[in-house]
């Protein structure tokens, strides 16, 4: 099958000599949950990005349902792939449907009037993320992990085939984390894929189909391919400069990875 | 959902009702149906006062106070939204200063001149290109390679402005006294203008900038959400930047060099009218154009009929605007823009 986004060779800076990412070659395929991890400041946040045609790499290609990435406006951009970056503050109070709708700018026209159809996707799309008991509510005024849930219907309001998000759990409690997690694995289908970065090896071991594993060092990806193959002791160690510890789950038998403490200080 | 039409309705009809107030009122009352019929049968100018203080006199005064309210109103909601920032103003941006800046240096440097650009004067001609300056300088800001946050830009908007008010003040320290008040006049506004030029010059300098604005409504709702989202879901962040700086220097500078340095209406009028309407820039931004003419023309009757004589309007907009966003604040507690 065809990626939805390949990635070839892609080096970027956001400022001349400094160099986050080089060479960088990365797919998404239709179907998966991808999984993006590795250490702070690693660059998976701007490999996302790119990935997601928000940013522009400096050399290389990224392709988008088989078309340059370059080559494509903006909106047709926002019709295939969704992004949910980061850190996402809203300035103006506003009903959550409304804020769902407003995933549907790159389908409507100028004034941004929407029509039946876009009104019963958005409808769809907070069923979708079990949100619909919010629809009246103002965003504002929800929790963290309904915030999240919210936002995640406006992204699949724009009808991507590519959905990207950026640490979307990175806030939240333990079960709604898992929550997140669970929801975004039931929303992949065999048109859609998904890429998420996180923090959370953990996680990404126990419900992504595929890993990518960023190094701090290496300025790329150090290994790809399923969670039991890429999260490994010296992969990891190798990655995040550290000793890492992998076990197995004894619940869920997906990896489990944990780092020796260093040795109490006596003061 | 319902009542918010209906307030919103019920706000456009005040506005109306304020429009046709500030025809009426003024030094002279008059009697509106005296006029009508007047113009009705036809009278001719020489014996029909009312309908000719009308025609002549309130009618251009309110258009004016209209295009410049809205104009203003609008280039307040629309840097509010580009940089996520409630006190985004062209006030604040300090676009006023410099173009009172630019009118003290034409008044003190170019003093007997007498020029006439395409019915600008001397004066007017300086404050809108001392205007386009100020924003220039943000905008070369905004576009550096390395983004800055529109925090940052707006700090800059407020140094430049107090700079430019430094500037004030040594000019006035350099004019001769018959001078200042010339100047001072200037400096606190004025839709006191008489005939249809101004009327036209503003007309033709707001309306296509207004259009294009409004034309930006959706974008400036998906910068709500921050820039990042934005331009995931296809917006040119860029672009829209280039476009706001752009026109609504434009507009405020055409605006502020007819009419003076009017503070309050850019910063008052889209907190008041988003309370009403909600944040949906749709509506909010015609909203906002009609409810800013609306508070000028009624700042404008004020200061006819506040004292004799007249009372410059821009000290008005600031009695009336201040303790009204005093009580906005109060009121509304301005949650929604805590984590912008």
Redesign the interface.
Known sequence: MNPLIEMSGCSFAYEPGKTVLERVSARLAPGELLGIVGPNGCGKSTLLRLLAGVLRPISGHVRIADKEAASLSQLQRARTVGFLPQTVNPIFAMRVLDAVCLGRFPHVGAFGTLSPHDRAVADRCLTETETESLRDRDFLSLSGGERQRVLLASVLAQEPRALLLDEPTSSLDVHHQIEIFALLRDLRSAERGIAVVTHDINLAGRFCDRIVLLGQSARGVVAEGSPVDVLTEPLLSKAYGAQIRVCQHPLTGTPLITVDAPAESKR | MKSRVMITAASVVVCLLLILASIAIGTESIDLRAAFDQWRTGATKGNASELNIIVNLRLPRTLLALLAGGGLALAGCAFQALL?N?LATPYTLGIDSFAALGAYMATVFGAGTAMNLAGFSLVQVAAFLFAAFDVLIIYAMATRA?RMSPLVLLLAGVTLGLLANSGILFLRYLAKPEQLINMDRWLMGGVDLIGYEPVLTLLIGVTPCAIILL?Q??RY??L???E??A??????VRRLQVTTFLVCSIMTGVIVSKVGPIGFVGLVVPHAV?TIT???H?VLMPMSMVAGGAFLCLCDIIARKAMTGETPIGIITSIVGAPFFLYLLVRRRF???D??
């Open positions: 996520r409630p390395r034309m409504a959706s709702d998906q709500g959400f921050g990042e989202l331009a995931g879901r296809g917006v040119d988003r909600g944040s949906r749709r949650a929604d823009w984590n912008a």
